[in-house]
């Protein structure tokens, strides 16, 4: 059979997808044909000689065929330079003799039955190209291929080399009807010839049904295994891609590379599509409702993984049921819904400016990488199949080290333009291993399907052109090798090699680097110059071999396998998830649960919380430019709940009525730009028993903070603050309490507030209950336990800029994180702090012994008692000091354990907690691998990081010592 090269390649890229343009000939081949005349329904063949000083181009297309001069017996082309034609023609070697039909007559390509047919239309009774003046029976001295039978007495092997295409040695031609690529021997030495026709006839086969008769749900129902061996349900998920992309042709899988792919209509492949679940499953224009959880940031606050399970389930749940609707609906309209969601997001909120801090679960790699573990198998397998099928596919993204910034920012003190696209991330090895790779390899051992590279540089090499991130770390190290796992590109990442890093020279290099280092997937695709698809031109131009990509297909192929993609909803139950399930009640319930579940309560002076509401009849005041925000509620990438969105606002009317609620923005919106607003608010104030102001930020619609948009300063946007000050004093003179309610993703620092209003809470984006969810929490009826997933500087100079990755303090001694922050960095509110409406004590802290071997785990039991008057929930967390490190500094301390309780007054509990090996690894700067040494550690456990201030907490911190032992440490790969 003809080679693929050949084919695919030059067959359906350059003369069916040549139409209306010019097509640039790389290597210095000429493209020509003796074409004198055409009927408009074919192609002309095209030959090639090789001419050894000049690019050349085809002159141009007309209609449907490709047209170039012939002048008697020669054909004639011309140069093109800068989108123009040289005056002058070039005439080339005699064309007839080259290469003509048994009769002399020129030839060309049907477009349908790819045979070749004479001007007239007819089929043309044989071909020869008669070189024997080049060199008697030598390479490419074809004497004849019959177009009908394929019989031929030449025989050809074809072979790239070093991007051009070789033919010398033989091999056996049969059933094919096409000239082929020869090296000349005693004529123009080391340059090359073309002469092609067509790809092979393929054996009749009926053709495909209509789009609109294939079912997506069920497109192998009533088809013979023969004819689609994969839809045969007896083979391995690997074989059945396989043989899928076997069968597939150059342009289908190019545009199967897309995760936005059309349906396959010959093939009986539906739609590939993606989506996103980050906080419950995504609208879609069928389908607007959906469960508006609170956003993953919020989520990372509940320090519950029990809670992120249930969550994700819903999410799959409705975004599985949203697919099957859609599908049954829409066939070859537009669809928006996807089995493939991008989440979750496991980038560390490094920098509170960062506009995607709303996406992560926080700053810290422990905690981010303990609620992945729980929200990928949730995503992946939600309890309804055995484990022959996912429910939907997870994607943990963006790998790596990725986090801002995303816009202009501030570099030593001058505003400097930063784009995403193109930012390096520099950073040190060691902190690379130590904060960015952990929460990457959680995902892994968690048995995520996918992982998506990230668009930035890592120390000048973009991630999706990485091939020691992505195949030595991810798939030799990590063990991301099941069939199904596969890596896509960010939507625009691979395209980016080359676009925006300038990092090869050409798109389709860029494109080719990227599979060769272990994208299998590219969001958004790559084109050429011309428009052309990248991997067509890669493959044609002999840098990347068909087989590369088809390898990278199989791996894409294999995951919708194992979603039943092919298979009957009779054995696929999850195909048989209907619609009624988005937005259901119980889902709805979730919702509001999680909106109390994850509210900080950051101040609450002289224990002015919770409210009675029913005291007195007198009214409340809601104010502020998120008091009845509807876009405040949801965050980035959400959903949208078209029956449910409660806003403060309306959740005050729920409380006490709307006789007894009085509502003034205050700012227009929240960049609050000018008071013109703060006098009607002000004046609402006399008589009010209290008055919630809800400030912050907005992440969704004209968002202060959002993917491609960071904040420049932390604090309250526009004048705020300078509000929440004239609030102050006109509660002051009723004798009103002034509740300050944050929303947003990264931190807002306010001083001002901390020191100023009666109670602050933080309540994030908090989902389709969000007002609900606070007064829930404001009148007692929740007694907050969430805690703070990250550190809230007390201002932006404690911060360094946002373009710095290192952790460890810099030369202003300033550092990252909780674990490295420093005495010039003492925050507002330290990460995992939170204030409870009742009182906690830790007691009885054991350990397992207090001499380790190094490679030994050991358990820390504590006993929890809920000292106060109230139930109550708190976050256990568990912390790690290294007091003698190997290869200081190490960091103040780090999470080790965490555990969400819940207890009634006066009720206690146990719990234990395992401190395995690997939560003491240190890794060596000299060349980052990850060793465990002889050393002393102390262990903390309470409602906070050590050493808290005793006026910032309502629990207690215990601690104990151990050590562990061995003559000589051991790297951590050895236990």
Not at 585 to 604: K, M
Not at 679 to 700: C, E, H, W
Request: glycine content about 8%.
């Amino acid at each position: 059979m003809v080679h693929d090269f050949l084919a695919h390649s030059v067959i359906q890229h350059s003369l069916v997808g040549m139409s209306g343009q010019g097509w640039t000939i790389s290597l210095g081949l000429v493209l020509w044909a003796c074409a004198k005349s055409a009927d408009a329904a074919t192609y002309p063949i095209v030959a090639a000689i090789c001419n050894a000083t000049s690019p050349f181009q085809v002159w141009s297309v007309q209609g449907s065929r490709i047209v170039l001069a012939a002048n008697d017996s020669r054909c004639v082309a011309w140069t093109e330079t800068a989108g123009r034609l040289s005056s002058d023609p070039l005439e080339l070697e005699p064309c007839l003799p080259v290469a003509q039909t048994e009769d002399n007559q020129a030839f060309f390509v049907n477009s349908t039955s790819h045979e070749i047919v004479v001007a007239n239309g007819t089929r043309a009774q044989g071909l020869r190209m008669d070189v024997s003046k080049y060199g008697d029976n030598g390479p490419g001295s074809i004497v004849w291929v019959d177009n009908r039978t394929g019989a031929a007495n030449q025989r050809w092997t074809l072979t790239p080399v070093n991007g051009r295409i070789r033919a010398d040695s033989h091999n056996t031609v049969t059933n094919m009807n096409v000239l082929i690529v020869s090296q000349q021997t005693g004529w123009k030495q080391n340059q090359l010839c073309l002469a092609v026709s067509a790809k092979p006839t393929p054996p009749p086969t009926p053709p495909p049904p209509p789009l609109i008769v294939f079912d997506w749900l069920d497109p192998c129902q009533n088809v013979s295994l023969a004819a689609y061996p994969w839809c045969d349900m007896t083979k391995s998920a690997n074989d059945r891609a396989s043989t899928l992309i076997s069968a597939m042709t150059l342009g289908e899988k190019v545009q199967t590379m897309v995760p936005f792919a059309r349906p396959i209509g010959r093939l009986r492949v539906p739609p590939i599509w993606t989506t996103d679940a980050l906080h419950g499953a995504f609208s879609s224009p069928h389908y607007p409702n959906c469960t508006v959880f609170p956003q993953a940031i919020s989520n990372a606050a509940s320090f519950d993984r029990n809670y992120l399970t249930k969550m994700a389930r819903v999410a799959a749940d409705e975004t599985r049921a949203k697919t099957n609707g859609e599908y049954g609906i829409f066939k070859s309209q537009t669809y928006y819904s996807s089995n493939i969601v991008w989440t979750p997001v496991v980038n560390l909120c490094r920098d509170v400016r960062w506009g995607r801090c709303q996406e992560t679960l926080g700053e810290d790699v422990f905690l981010t990488s303990e609620l992945a573990a729980a929200i990928v198998p949730a995503f992946q397998k939600g309890g309804l199949d055995n484990d022959k099928y996912f429910e939907v596919l997870a994607t943990c993204k963006h790998f790596d080290v990725h986090g801002g910034p995303e816009s202009p920012s501030y570099l030593n003190g001058s505003l400097v333009p930063t784009n995403r696209m193109t930012f390096n991330s520099k950073i040190t090895h060691q902190e690379w291993v130590e904060m960015h790779q952990p929460a990457f390899e959680s995902c892994v051992k968690a048995g995520v399907v996918s992982i998506m590279c990230s668009y930035n540089e890592i120390n000048g090499v973009p991630s999706c052109a990485d091939s020691e991130l992505l195949t030595t770390l991810l798939r030799e190290t990590w063990n991301f090798t099941q069939p199904y796992n596969f890596v896509v590109g960010d939507c625009g990442a691979v395209r980016n090699i080359h676009q925006a890093h300038s990092y090869n020279a050409t798109p389709q290099a860029g494109a080719t680097q990227a599979l060769l280092a272990g994208v299998d997937w590219d969001c958004y695709g790559t084109k050429t110059a011309n428009g052309s698809s990248a991997y067509s031109a890669a493959i044609y131009e002999g840098m990347l071999s068909e087989s590369i990509l088809d390898r990278a297909l199989i791996r894409v192929l294999t995951a919708h396998m194992h979603l039943g993609f092919f298979d009957p909803p009779a054995v696929v139950s999850y195909k048989r998830l209907t619609p009624d399930v988005i937005d259901a009640p119980a889902h709805r319930l979730l919702a509001r649960w999680a909106a109390s579940r994850v509210i900080v309560l950051l101040q609450n002076r002289m224990s002015i919380l919770p409210l009675n509401f029913n005291s007195s009849d007198r009214p409340i005041l809601m104010v502020g430019p998120n008091a009845d925000n509807v876009h405040a509620l949801w965050g980035d990438y959400a959903g949208k709940s078209a029956a449910v969105n409660v806003t403060a606002r309306m959740a005050a009317v729920g409380e006490v009525g709307a006789a007894r609620v009085r509502y003034a923005p205050g700012c227009l919106n929240t960049k609050c730009a000018n008071t013109s607003g703060f006098s009607a608010a002000t004046n609402l104030v006399n008589g009010v028993g209290a008055v919630i102001a809800v400030m912050g930020t907005q992440g969704n619609g004209d968002a202060d903070e959002i993917e491609g948009h960071d904040r420049l300063n932390i604090t309250l946007p526009g004048l705020q603050e300078d509000l929440l000050e004239q609030l102050r004093v006109a509660a002051s003179a009723t004798n009103a309490p002034l509740i300050v309610v944050l929303m947003s993703g990264g931190a807002v620092s306010s001083p001002w507030a901390d020191t100023h209003a009666d109670a602050v809470l933080w309540a994030g984006f908090n989902g389709e209950f969000s007002g609900t969810g606070l007064f829930d929490v404001l009148s007692g009826r929740v007694n907050p336990g969430a805690r703070l997933p990250y550190t809230v500087p007390a201002s932006l100079a404690q911060i360094p800029d946002i373009s710095e990755y290192n952790y460890r303090p810099n030369q202003l001694g300033l550092g990252r994180t909780y674990r490295w922050i420093t005495s010039k960095q003492t925050p507002l509110y330290p990460f995992g702090y939170g204030l409870s409406y009742t009182s906690w004590d830790y007691t009885y802290l054991k350990l397992s012994t207090s001499e380790a071997r190094v490679c030994q785990s050991l358990n820390a039991t504590v006993t929890i008692t809920n000292t106060g008057s109230l139930k109550g929930s708190e976050v256990v967390q568990v912390y790690l000091t290294n007091t003698k490190p190997t290869y200081p500094p190490a960091p103040r301390w780090e999470l080790a354990g965490f555990e969400r309780v819940d207890l009634e007054a006066g009720a206690h509990t146990t719990l234990t907690f395992e401190l395995p090996a690997r939560s003491r690894a240190e890794v060596r700067p000299t060349d980052a691998a990850r060793w465990l040494n002889p050393s002393t550690y102390t262990v903390w456990i309470g409602g906070g990081q050590p050493q808290q201030s005793a006026t910032r907490r309502t629990s207690n911190v215990v601690n104990a010592t151990f050590t562990t032992t061995s003559a000589l440490g051991v790297p951590l790969d050895s236990c």
